[in-house]
C-alpha cells in the first residue's frame, strides 16, 4: 500500500510539473514589433499586408517579398513601395506558419478584402503600457525611466 501511494504521488508530482512548465512557456515579443504593427498581440512572427502584398518577419526585422519570380528579404520595402504607409496599411498576424510567403497564394486569397482597410490600431498610437518598452513608442523614454533601463 505505501508503495502504490509513493508511485502515485510520484506520478502525479511530475504532472503537475509538467502542467506548470507549460503554463510558464509563454511567447511574448512586444518588443521587438514595430510601432506600425496592429495592437492586442503580445507575440507575432510575421505580418502580412495586403494592400502591397508583402510580409514582414518581426523576429528578423525585414520585409520578404516576390522580385522577379523569387522571394526578397530586406530591411526596406520594395521600391515601388518606398512610400507607403505602415501606420494606416491593415496587417494580418501570422504565427502558426514558420514561412506563410511559401503559402502566399492561401495568405493573398484568404485577406483579398482587407485591402484598403486603414482602421486598424497601430502599437504607436496605444496608451497601453505594455507597448511602451518599444523603443520607437512616443512614451518609451518615459518607460525607460521608470524601469531604471538605459540600455535600450
Do not use: C
Amino acid at each position: 500500500m505505501k508503495k502504490t501511494f509513493i508511485i502515485i504521488a510520484i506520478l502525479a508530482s511530475g504532472f503537475l510539473f509538467q502542467n506548470t512548465e507549460a503554463q510558464i512557456r509563454i511567447n511574448v515579443n512586444i518588443g521587438s514589433q514595430p510601432v506600425w504593427g496592429p495592437v492586442g498581440y503580445d507575440y507575432a512572427d510575421y505580418y502580412y499586408i495586403p494592400d502591397i502584398d508583402v510580409y514582414y518577419s518581426v523576429p528578423r526585422h525585414q520585409y520578404i517579398y516576390q522580385q522577379r519570380g523569387r522571394w526578397v528579404f530586406s530591411r526596406s520595402l520594395p521600391p515601388q513601395y518606398r512610400n507607403y504607409d505602415l501606420y494606416r496599411g491593415y496587417k494580418v498576424v501570422i504565427n502558426d506558419d514558420p514561412r506563410p510567403y511559401i503559402h502566399h497564394q492561401t495568405y493573398r486569397e484568404k485577406y483579398a478584402s482587407y485591402k484598403g482597410h486603414g482602421d486598424q490600431e497601430v502599437i504607436r498610437n496605444s496608451r497601453e503600457p505594455k507597448y511602451f518598452q518599444i523603443k520607437d513608442h512616443p512614451e518609451h523614454n518615459k518607460w525607460k525611466k521608470e524601469h531604471g533601463r538605459r540600455n535600450h
